[in-house]
């Protein structure tokens, strides 16, 4: 036997989520409908829900007190009304059976594979087929293309891209990369300044804090002699306020930090606290496109001390699987702003965009192997 029970919401999601707190991961969604003229105002969607029945015998509902010397009063379900729906719901269960709960299990499952593959976290992947089977519940088709179409719209409804630096404004923009040893910010830091400044003739200068790296020091301040731009050096958090000032005519700084260890929180947070003090920084979090999406949010958690605006990935030529960032975008609710892809300077930078971001979803990966 199967529970079922009739909800009014706004949209068919709104309703699942419903269907789902008063019966849990096993709610199944059985019809959806546009609401009869005159009950409007109960939401835009009348929607059915089911769930099998526990195999457990529920205990018997106690009989109603009878009203002393009065008559036996019979339940309504005799009520013309209450039969025909009591009807409707019986045939309706039967015919879904396997129609809805095989569109749930056939045709969503490979969808629910290719989000798993690209290593979207688990939570995420059961967000986006709820989305997609609502829309089908709406009438949206449910051909392979079009089920892919409806993931990466509920995907892109998730993200947001936002190629910019700096604090809008601001006279002048500062920018700061911060991240895990290892993720590629002074490389970044040098393709963003070269992109960003240079080709839009903007004046730079760069200003590293990372002096605990073996050659750091040396290595932007290499990139900075090929540029022809200042490049200051600050040892410790009081000493970023006077070199922010000697460069206060510049359109453009850029501030390179150290790759912090789990070690290093105590350093790590005198210099979160070093930026944090000057407003006009604009901190972005550099992450490995590579990280797994199981180490994502202790990164997040970690890096949070810094309170970034948005997020770059880096090293995207090492993998195929975007679902950690897209995660890592969605756990944050921060926006994303520039791709690396590579170690050429400046080619291998990239604005943030959906398309590249949910391309595995551009066709299944049978196909994708097919063509390769």
Known sequence: MIRVKSYFANTVEEALV????DFGDEALLL???RTREGEEHLGAYEVVIGCPRSDTPASPAPEPALPSGGPAVRPAVDSPSIRAELDRMSNLIQHLAANTLGMRMAELQPL??????????AELVQQVVHRVQARCAEGGARSTPALLVAAREALSRMIRCEPDLGRAGDAQRTIALVGPPGCGKTTTLVKLAMRLGLQC???IAFVTTDTYRIAAVDQLQAYAAILGVPCAVVEHGGA???ALSSL??????????????PGDWDLASEWSRALLAHRQIATQLV???????ADVDRLLA???????????????????ATGSILTAAIHSGLPISFLSAGQSVPEDLDPAGEEALLAFLAQPAAARSAAA
């Open 112 to 121: 629910a594979a290719e989000l798993a593959r690209a290593d979207l976290a």
């Open 240 to 242: 970023l306020a006077h």
């Open 302 to 320: 970690d890096w949070r001390i810094f309170d970034p605006q948005s997020l770059i990935f880096t090293h995207l030529d090492e993998t195929a």
């Open 201 to 203: 003739q903007k004046s």
């Open 18 to 21: 419903l269907g789902r707190q």
């Open 287 to 293: 992450l490995n496109g590579a990280t797994r999406t």
């Open 248 to 261: 206060r005519g510049k359109d453009l700084v850029f501030i390179d930090t150290p790759g912090f260890s």
């Open 31 to 33: 019809e959806s409908k």
